[in-house]
């Protein structure tokens, strides 16, 4: 089973890549700046929000799971000797990815506050004066013309007809709110640094305003004065960090300003297919149809199977009424671990797994109660003992729970597919239980 994160990050991927390639085949070719920045805006913030739905739904499970107290007393235990020294690699990345993470947002979290101090310390400290209805804000440290906070942002000593250039430009950004547009665009950079489809995004968003500014430019100026100055301030040092007048794909640009305008409304066949895709990815990228059971089957206990699961892989008979036979339980003994820094941190536990098989033989919603220290329960399934008696301090004081339980959910999850359960000759969904018991001897 994937960890949340995973498959959240699957599900943004899934619906951006689609909405980006139908963003490319009917709308990348349409000069419809205002049709293009929408759909651009909008379909960024439902990639976002649509693998969020699962969290609207009823995620716990049916109150048909049967009461702890009926569990068969069928233990094993795993081996201390065997336990102690294993390194497992699983810890190491385990770790080191967030942590990788956790750096990347760091750096993107430091970027953006730079920036934005350093545009605050523009305003504050520069020479200012108005051009129509927004302030304009002139100093020798601006790299660049660019727009924000309903202000104009030059560089000191611009040419006379360079500054009613960049007024015009900027000014257009500002009335089409650009700026506030992109702030999402800009704090989902900090989240998905690494994410290829959010720069692509950045880009696509970014250079469509760059387009509706310059039509808003020619409304004023000829298209070949105009292109004359963006070709040759294109021959001057760029700051990369914002995407300003003179730091934009200007080769585009231009051949934009000189092609033949192809403005289209959206077509209704075009309206839709996208209406359709939406549609199914909503329904696909979401547990919205996780309610939804095939036929009339209900999810039962495996108490009230005739035939309860067992693995493909055992040979033995299907167990009547336990639970796990005892294919399932070797196959669980010889992958379950005590972690490292649990035995470090001297945590011991109890973990109870709920979890159910469906009518396919798959595993689905796996669920967890913990308790730490002596366990109350008085049936258990598989207890894990290793060595280690310290107590949590530096490193390892944080450790908890979640870590035994992230074992036992990664030791489920890698059991080969299951027989499904059978009720009245027919394959049936069940919950199913376990119960691991992590002990330490010094």
Known sequence: MNPIPVDYLLRLSIIWGALLLYYHFFLAKNHNWQLRRVYLFSTYLLGIIIPLLPALQISQLPEVLPDLSVIPNFTFEASAVQLEGVESSRVSWWIAIPLLYGIGVFIQLCLFLKNSWQIWRWKQIGEQRSFGQYAIVEHPSIPSPFAGWRTIFLPRKLDEDLQSVACLHEAAHLRSHHNLERLPLVLGQILFWFHPLQWY?????????????????LQHIP?????????????????????GLFASPLKQRINMMISQKNKQPWRLPQMGLFLGLLGLLVFSCSDLASGIKPGSEELISYLEADQVPSLVTS??????????????????????????????????????????????????????????????????????????TAKATGETANVDMDILAQEVERVISELPDWKPALKDGKPVPVTMDMGVIFRLEG
């Open 315 to 388: 040979k033995e008979a299907p167990p009547e009424k336990s639970p796990f036979n005892r294919t399932i339980l070797e196959n669980i003994y010889r992958n379950i671990k005590y972690p490292k820094v649990a035995r470090q941190a001297g945590l011991t536990g109890y973990v109870w797994a709920k979890f159910v098989i469906d009518e396919n033989g798959k595993l689905q919603k796996l669920q967890f109660e913990t308790q730490e220290g002596v366990s109350t329960k008085d049936f258990e399934t598989v207890v894990v003992t290793g060595y280690g």
């Open 201 to 217: 995004y950045n880009h696509a968003l970014s250079t469509v305003q760059e387009y509706q500014a310059d039509e808003a430019v």
């Open 223 to 243: 298209t070949k004065t105009y292109g004359h100055i963006l070709i040759q301030q294109s021959m001057q040092p760029t700051h990369q960090w914002q995407a």
